[in-house]
């Protein structure tokens, strides 16, 4: 599952008492895919990383410098899910007969302009001068460890398949399953295959599964490739995908420049003081993507995930000229109801002082251009 401790020894034997565990824990509803039961990188999630100490690897596990290393335990996990506090969603979104948005793929902005089109969740079709980014790729029904049960998409992708452009490069935030999708991977190395950047330890995973044009980076290292400059930048978060993996591979957000244009994808993260040190570091970016979604309940989701008010004081902390949000509406992976972060995000950009054209949930499939 995403962002939740992944339950992970046990045997095939004790899989009924196991099956029911995981779907509760992950509140997904259908059983498909009953042949094989799980996905086949369960329990098979890579050696990790191997390299040396530094503030934020100890030799053997990543962690968030400056912050408590409090993993969230099960007694934890099962007091969130036992609380009651989960909004229902629908099962479908309301606009999700409109989806995918019919037509030809999101056309690249005139001259210097970044377009924009969020695809769901973290997934965003961006492009500009010729170049043709995804991040954190994710066109499968469901994110889940396993085949027959996980949060089950609530929107389509807004994108269809058939009509995505061939793609340049990918960046890829961090290797939760509502980020990292093999499924997908696979798909666009067979589309287009692009370049894959990703944070230290996930090369070896996806090499294992015929994706083997990938470079790994450190937060604060930088890779040219296809005319952009992408440095890989912290995050506060965390990484799993079964098995001892934990932790084991970086997670981060990218900052991409292409002819003096700077776009920052935030990946998946609580909020911090990455952002200012960002921008520090860095600049301050044109046009930055930040999550608003996955925030409830705020005493187990605020390590991991910012909710709006954060979001609007990230895109400050930034300098942003300009921010769009994601990570919101299309998997249920935690309490608030499918609208919360739209809304919350209003009334704290109205706190603020903001206009909506600063900072505003896209619509599913909008194509957004910036800096013509
Ligand atoms: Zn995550």
Known sequence: MSDSPTP?????TRLPTRRR???????GSAMVGAGSWAKDDWLTAGPGWRGPVSDHFDGRVFFNPGLPR???SWIDLWRWRLSGGRERWPEQAADSGRLPVAGTPPAPGRDGAVTATLVGHATFLLRWRGLTVLTDPVWSDRCSPVTWAGPKRARPPAVAWPDLPPVDLVLLSHNHYDHLDLATLQRLEAHSRPLILTGLGNRAFLAGHGLN?????DWWQSHAASGAQVTFAPAVHWSNRGGNSRNATLWGAFLIEVAGTRVYFGGDTGYGPHFAETRRRLGAPDLALLPIGAYEPRWFMKTMHMNPAEAVQAHHDLGARRSLGFHFGTWQLTDEGIDAPVLALAEARAAAGLTEDV???PGFGERIEAFA
């Open 213 to 217: 044009r990938v470079v790994e980076l």
């Open 8 to 12: 992970v020894s046990g045997s095939k």
């Open 359 to 361: 900072f505003r949930a």
């Open 70 to 72: 409090g993993d969230k």
């Open 21 to 27: 565990a995981l779907r509760w824990l992950f509140g």
